[in-house]
């Protein structure tokens, strides 16, 4: 499966962002989940979605700012941003696992990044 990420841009703190995924093949047996990247920092989780969509799971960080979503019939997952930060300023990767992997500590599929920069 080969995952498209897309979405990113330029925002204002305090704005809202929209990513999307697109997944090549099916996605519905996946845990599906989103991870970032600051300059000079190591890869964190921030969303993930188990395969049926009706568990979500964020860290502190993020949760009540953060929404992921997937739909199964399109092989897409998305993850809503509002209440944005400076520092969530990261490059944003789409991820998917087995479907036990439901915290993503074991990633199967990487999409490459798109670009999110929060200015103050």
């Known amino acids: 499966v080969q995952l498209q990420a897309s979405g990113g841009g330029l925002v204002q703190a305090g704005g809202s962002l929209r990513l999307s995924c697109a997944a090549s093949?099916?996605?519905?047996?996946?845990?599906m989940g989103w991870f970032r990247q600051a300059p000079g920092k190591e890869r964190e989780w921030v969303a993930s979605i188990n395969w049926t969509g009706a568990r979500t799971y964020y860290p502190d960080s993020v949760k009540g700012r953060f929404t992921i979503s997937r739909d199964n019939a399109k092989n897409t997952v998305s993850l809503q941003m509002t209440s944005l930060k400076v520092e969530d300023t990261a490059i944003y990767y789409c991820?998917?696992?087995?479907?036990?992997?439901?915290?993503?500590?074991?990633?199967?599929?990487w999409g490459q990044g798109t670009q999110v920069t929060v200015s103050s």
């Open positions: 093949g099916r996605i519905s047996t996946y845990t």
């Open positions: 991820a998917g696992g087995d479907m036990t992997q439901v915290l993503l500590r074991l990633v199967d599929y």
